[in-house]
């Protein structure tokens, strides 16, 4: 199970090594162009997930994951696992976007649409923290596939 975590986990963390300062090159600035209604799609519906986690409902930001995370992590382990790592960071006070990326590829996971969210969050312990959520395009909907904070 723990590589299982580790996997999806890869998905978020990959994107937690953009700079702060949010630079993407020049390549990627023209693809984030070319989709930027996919980009803003997928935002609302990372902001609405994130919204689920903050809630500490985690059952629930489970159900509203994509089918692959949740064919790879079972419900209890997640709720276990946010219970243990994201709950003691809570409540959250700040989160502001710092970088997005769209991709047809994420490591480890299976080719398909994604984009990709770094926040600058600050949580309780008024530490700024990054805080990551990769999208996938599922059925005809935007499903967290990645989720991380470091």
């Not at 162009?33 to 629930?60: C, F, G, M, N, S």
């Not at 692959?68 to 790592?85: A, D, H, I, L, N």
């Not at 984009?115 to 005809?140: C, D, I, K, R, W």
Request: no cysteine.
């Amino acid at each position: 199970m723990a590589s299982k975590y580790a996997r999806l986990a890869l998905a978020g963390i990959a994107l937690l090594a953009l700079p702060g300062s949010a630079q993407v090159s020049k390549k990627q600035e023209k693809i984030n162009a070319q989709h930027a209604d996919a980009i803003a799609e997928a935002r609302t519906a990372a902001e609405a997930w994130l919204k689920i986690e903050d809630a500490e409902t985690y059952d629930k930001s489970w159900a509203a994951a994509s089918d692959y995370f949740r064919s790879q992590v079972p419900k209890e382990g997640w709720v276990r696992r946010m219970t243990e790592t994201r709950k003691p960071l809570d409540p959250l006070l700040v989160r502001d976007l710092t970088a997005s990326e769209w991709n047809t590829e994420m490591p480890n996971l299976p080719k398909g649409e994604y984009v990709a969210f770094v926040y600058q969050t600050t949580f309780a312990n008024g530490h700024p923290q990054l805080e990551s959520v990769v999208m996938v395009h599922e059925g005809g909907a935007w499903k967290m596939v990645g989720y991380a904070v470091q």
